[in-house]
């Protein structure tokens, strides 16, 4: 921030003092990228992209094949990989490769992982140097987005024709920005066709002619670059050389502490001596050459089933432990890790499974996965609280072996009893206690029919802001009002029941959508007034109180496709 408030950058594409800073900038940012992974710009050419996705989307869209030349990749590799062969398709042969069999003639491509963003398994980057040595015409592209957070890639001792990166993996900011490092004696096999701004010495509008520039990286560069976001990048590297250490310290720290998780969730057992995570790995973490700073697992329950990862996924948050779960775009190592076949992935397809939803269990097996990543900014105790939280949550340890079943008289010493009744009107926020209350097609009367959204638009809830529970909602059915008090607040609000009538002064209450659990909910903005007050209640800004629309409902996830039957909403 002090970088802005000191010097003015400005559009690098003109040629004043603010534009000529930025061009400078950039370049010297260029410099430290490629001293970074110990090269310079005579060997290795630096194309800023918009991720490591764009990255692989320029090389599929632009990389030559001739003769028999193939287009190979592993299956462990990240779906942005496996999306390049419906691109080069029309030029090439599309296998899929297991043992690295390369073809003996024609320019061909290999991509494979630098490390697998499913299991953090590192392949030997040696096999770049016995490839080219087998055959000078295969070029080989190594994702790095995964490898480099954590690790220094020399590109002195291994050289890859090319290589995607992502900053965002590197730094966590800016978000949005990456690269492809192209080998500068490899760049002639990419042939480009669009042009935009800054990536041409001329075109005609009237005749299809055009110059692209010569340096390559300009030449893929189309457009004004994110020259603010690169020029972050500075601080990125300088916040890497203040600790006093280097990317091989980052790597060792953060390894130790996924060695230190893998062997807490090993030793784990319940009470009758099963195991309680099953671990998605290669080997045992005994190298930081082989493994990186990953865990992969899955819960198992005492009986020898699967806990859903959703489910482990929701309680951590509550802890405040922020995990990553599916098949985290990577459904090779997924089937391979989780045994599913092609055809159990369709069918689980057909039954509505789709990437990035929650159905985590489907006949009783799981679709995907839990991971646990460290990195620079993990410590210790980030790792002794992911190993308590597991303990806490899902370690069994008075497993009854027992087979009998309970006989009548234990059956009514334990039936329940309804003690109290507890409305929850706003989520997330207090509970309402009545002695008695009417239903509704819903459930009770007014329960989680209100809801607090941000500008936004986004549910709040109690895990991001735990200062909800302080308030308190209390319903007057014969009033007609839900009026909210807060622990600290001598003021209150009052609202109506009914969407259409005003209260405290309001003649107009305007509709509104608002998301919760990633659903979109209809409803009606009950005011300023209460939202001013839940401005001081919550001590935010911008934030507004939504009372969810009578015929709007949400979809019961759980249902199969076909099912004529909803679970009417609740906000």
């Known amino acids: 921030m002090q970088d802005l408030k000191s010097n003015l950058y400005g559009n690098p594409h003109s040629g004043c003092n603010s534009s000529q800073m930025s061009t400078e900038a950039i370049e010297h940012v260029r410099f430290r990228i490629l001293q970074h992974f110990n090269t310079t710009l005579d060997e290795y050419s630096v194309i800023f992209t918009s991720g490591c996705t764009a990255s692989l989307k320029l090389i599929a869209e632009s990389f030559q ?6 287009f190979l990749y592993h299956y462990d590799n990240h779906t942005s990989v496996v999306g390049m062969r419906e691109i080069v398709t029309a030029q090439s042969q599309c296998i899929d490769v297991m043992n690295f069999e390369l073809p003996d003639s024609g320019v061909s491509l290999v ?7 499913f299991s953090g398994f590192r392949y030997p980057l040696s096999k770049i140097t016995e490839w080219k040595e087998k055959n000078d015409s295969v070029f080989v592209l190594l994702d790095a987005a995964a490898f480099v957070s954590t690790s220094r890639l020399d590109l002195t001792k291994y050289r890859p024709d090319f290589v995607s990166l992502s900053f965002y993996k ?10 492809l490092l192209v080998k500068n004696t490899s760049g002639h096999v990419l042939e480009k066709k ?10 005609l509008t009237s005749t299809s002619f055009h110059s692209f520039k010569k340096k390559l990286n300009q030449r893929f560069e189309d457009g004004t670059l994110p020259f603010l976001d690169i020029i972050a990048l500075r601080h990125g590297f300088d916040a890497i050389d203040r600790i006093g250490g280097s990317f091989d310290d980052v790597a060792s720290h953060s390894y130790k502490l996924a060695q230190l998780t893998f062997e807490g969730l090993s030793a784990y057992h319940h009470g009758n001596g099963t195991r309680v995570a099953k671990v998605y790995r290669h080997g045992d973490y005994v190298s930081s050459d082989e493994q990186g ?8 329950q005492s009986d020898g089933s699967f806990v859903g990862y959703a489910e482990v996924d929701k309680l951590a948050q509550s802890y405040d432990i922020h995990l990553r779960a599916g098949c985290f775009c990577n459904l090779g190592a997924c089937q391979k890790f989780l045994r599913i076949t092609d055809e159990q992935l369709m069918q689980n397809f057909k039954a509505g499974h789709v990437c990035g939803d929650s159905r985590d269990m489907i006949n009783n097996r799981p679709t995907g996965s839990l991971r646990i990543s460290f990195g620079l900014a ?3 105790r980030d790792a002794t609280r992911f190993l308590k939280f597991i ?6 340890d008075a497993v009854s072996m027992a087979t009998t079943q ?19 009107p706003i989520k997330s926020c207090g509970a309402f206690e009545v002695l008695e209350w009417p239903l509704s097609d819903r459930g009770l009367l007014h329960d989680r029919n209100w809801m607090v959204i941000s500008p936004n638009g986004v549910c709040l809830n109690q895990k991001r802001f735990p200062k909800m529970c302080l308030i308190r909602p209390c319903i007057d059915l014969n009033a007609g009002t839900l009026t909210l008090c807060h622990a600290d607040m001598d003021e209150q609000v009052s609202v109506s029941l009914n969407s259409e009538t005003a209260v405290g002064g309001i003649t107009r209450l305007k509709d509104c959508v608002g998301k919760v659990c990633g659903d979109r909910v209809s409803g009606v903005d009950c005011g300023d007034e209460a939202a001013e007050w839940l401005d001081r209640a919550l001590d935010l800004q911008g934030l507004r109180l939504i009372h969810q629309s009578m015929d709007d409902q949400r979809t019961n996830r759980r249902l199969k496709k076909g099912d004529s039957d909803q679970s009417r909403g609740r906000a």
């Open 293 to 300: 700073p990953v865990v992969n697992f899955n819960l198992v």
């Open 406 to 424: 309970p006989d009548e008289k234990e059956k009514e010493e334990t039936a329940c009893v309804l003690k109290k009744i507890f409305l929850y």
């Open 170 to 179: 590197m730094f966590g900011y800016p978000t949005g920005l990456g690269a």
């Open 391 to 396: 303990e806490e949550c899902f370690v069994d």
């Open 65 to 70: 094949f001739s003769g028999t030349g193939k």
């Open 194 to 203: 669009y042009f935009g701004g800054g990536s041409i010495d001329v075109s």
């Open 378 to 380: 993990s410590t210790l």
């Open 111 to 117: 991509a494979f992982p630098a490390q697998s963003n």
